[in-house]
């Protein structure tokens, strides 16, 4: 499949290491994100959500981590596996409204 | 996985020819969208139904139309093809219109030339 994201900001992580990858979002009104993974030539599939009345939610083996007073969010996850490779990326929205804005993201690679 | 379908995974197409992408989803989702994806962008909508025969326009949405005559189908249509439009293209779905996650189908990689 096609290489959407050729010049992404990429991350080099050991295998079995923690990853953690920063997304700053846009609009301080939005109160409800998001992390998607989309590996290559795949559609992007959910991870883990948060809204903005939390700071800090947890999945297995990943952990999202809101700062609205910097408006950033990050997601950590812990001990890296290959099949972590991917690019992740963000999204916001705010409540009532069906835009949904999406990040870039960054390019995760497990190193063996 | 989101039971979402969208055919043709690939295509390739010459300017100025028509061309329908379309996106079939088993959840009974009321709400579906059109994404395309482009290098340097993150996902940009094209248009967004919320309900059947019920669409509006999004962020990029001149040169396509869309339609949605059931609730399980929704239809991308390029009158008239265009180099700017070979892009990737995914569909997606949500139960609500917003605060709630939306899910992708795996992309139609569509090249004009």
């Known amino acids: 499949g096609e290489n959407v994201g050729l010049h992404l900001p990429t991350l080099s992580v050991q295998e079995g290491d923690n990853s953690i990858i920063n997304c700053a979002y846009s609009n301080s009104a939005s109160d409800y994100f998001i992390w998607y993974k989309q590996e290559s030539g795949k559609g992007p599939q959910f991870i883990i959500d948060i809204r903005s009345n939390m700071d800090k939610r947890q999945g297995q083996r990943v952990t999202v981590l809101l700062n609205k007073t910097v408006k950033h969010l990050s997601l950590q996850i812990a001990a890296t596996q290959p099949g972590d490779s991917a690019v992740y990326f963000c999204?916001?929205?705010?409540?009532?409204?069906?835009?949904?804005?999406f990040g870039t993201g960054t390019r995760l690679k497990v190193l063996a | 996985d989101a039971g979402i379908t969208q055919s043709p995974r690939h295509k390739v197409t010459e300017t100025g020819t028509p061309v329908t992408l379309r996106c079939h989803q088993t959840e009974n989702h009321r709400y579906m969208y059109w994404y395309r994806q482009d290098p340097g962008h993150g996902l940009r909508l094209i248009h967004y139904?919320?309900?059947?025969?019920?669409?509006d326009k999004g962020e990029v949405s001149d040169g396509y139309s869309v339609s949605r005559s059931k609730t399980e189908d929704f239809l991308l249509t390029l009158e008239s093809a265009t180099s700017s439009q070979t892009s990737v293209y995914f569909c997606a779905i949500s139960e609500v219109v917003s605060g709630n996650t939306i899910y992708f189908g795996e992309g139609s990689w569509l090249t004009v030339v």
């Open positions: 139904s919320y309900g059947v025969k019920d669409t």
């Open positions: 999204a916001e929205n705010t409540s009532g409204t069906y835009k949904y804005i």
